[in-house]
């Protein structure tokens, strides 16, 4: 069922939109604007854009332009998690929710209304609502090919990050560039401030531990910046694989609810053991070259998806992207776990 916005000007629940910031120079002067021009009385919202330990003074200057219509709080640690519970502390008490957005960012004008009215109209259980998050038009061809992979099933999972929908659905996780929370969740939770990346994965997976759900509506849009060349990209894959290792030491049954990252894992392991045993094995030899056949043709699948989606003659790169990508996130998750053991 297609959702309807509803008339966010009937909709008086205070809501309290928390931002943390760090050295987003470039992209945080159209989010606080977005947010600023969102279709939702004025006194029923506040924005609080949290300065990371480490925020550039010339973030700080920027963000003095707004001075009156935001608020904003400098934090003694570094991290999105840190500066998300300290948006939280500083909220303003009137608050029924907490709606969060990265910095990179832009929120469409019907963002808040959108997510306010879903939750208002959706059962208790529903702890978190969240949207799509798609690429700006600004972004270069690049970062629009990385959007693009990451909107399949072998670049993205079906992961909520990344997935496009027509039609509300239930998820496993809801990422903090779009998402709004009943507040009695971040007052009972936090999230963990020892986790620099992954921190709203595994705050979500806490949540729903508890019983709550993750809803995604279509009409809740954010254009969200993506990385704008190859070596952001694998260097923002290898600390997401680091992430993972991190948060699968905390919750081990945390890859059985994110099979995307189970699959990639086992399968590279598959290949690095196969390859060994096939020195002295023709049948695993006869094996591992069926896994390798089979995985460029989900290469060559997924990048026929890309080709017809974008249109554009990058697309052709990506089966080199994602190969790449599974790799170094493999790699990540392998350095993440060796480095908390040798810290034992």
Not at 25 to 52: G, H, M, Q, R, T
Not at 273 to 279: A, D, Q, R
Not at 304 to 314: A, F, G, R, S
């Amino acid at each position: 069922m297609i959702i309807k916005t509803g008339e966010p000007k009937k909709m008086a629940h205070f809501v309290s939109i928390i931002v943390p910031v760090k050295n987003e120079l470039k992209y945080i002067i159209e989010c606080v604007n977005s947010l600023l021009n969102v279709d939702y009385p004025k006194n029923s919202y506040e924005i609080i854009v949290v300065l990371d330990k480490n925020a550039t003074a010339e973030v700080e200057r920027a963000l003095s332009t707004f001075r009156g219509r935001i608020k904003v709080v400098r934090s003694k640690r570094s991290g999105s998690a840190a500066n998300r519970n300290l948006g939280v502390m500083k909220a303003d008490k009137r608050a029924a929710y907490f709606a969060f957005t990265d910095a990179d960012c832009i929120v469409s004008k019907n963002w808040l209304g959108s997510l306010v009215h879903r939750i208002n109209n959706s059962s208790k259980d529903i702890g978190c609502v969240g949207g799509l998050n798609l690429v700006p038009e600004s972004d270069n061809q690049f970062a629009k090919l990385i959007g693009a992979i990451e909107q399949t099933l072998l670049g993205g999972g079906g992961s909520a990050q990344s997935a496009v929908t027509k039609r509300m659905r239930i998820v496993q996780s809801i990422p903090n560039c779009n998402a709004l929370y009943r507040k009695e969740l971040w007052i009972k939770n936090k999230q963990d401030e020892n986790l620099i990346i992954g921190q709203d994965g595994e705050f979500n997976y806490r949540l729903g531990k508890q019983g709550n759900k993750f809803l995604i509506i279509p009409n809740a849009v954010v254009w969200h910046h993506r990385t704008n060349s190859i070596r952001k990209h694998v260097r923002r894959m290898y600390k997401y694989g680091e992430a993972a290792a991190r948060v699968f030491k905390l919750h081990p049954g945390i890859l059985k609810a994110r099979w995307y990252a189970s699959l990639s894992l086992f399968g590279m392991a598959l290949v690095i053991i196969l390859f060994v045993i096939s020195f002295s094995s023709i049948l695993a030899l006869y094996l591992l070259e069926g896994l390798v056949i089979a995985y460029l043709a989900m290469l060559l699948l997924t990048t026929l998806q890309v080709i017809v989606k974008l249109k554009k003659p990058i697309a052709i790169f990506t089966p080199f992207i994602l190969a790449l990508q599974h790799l170094f996130y493999n790699i990540g998750f392998m350095a993440g776990l060796v480095e908390m053991e040798t810290r034992k």
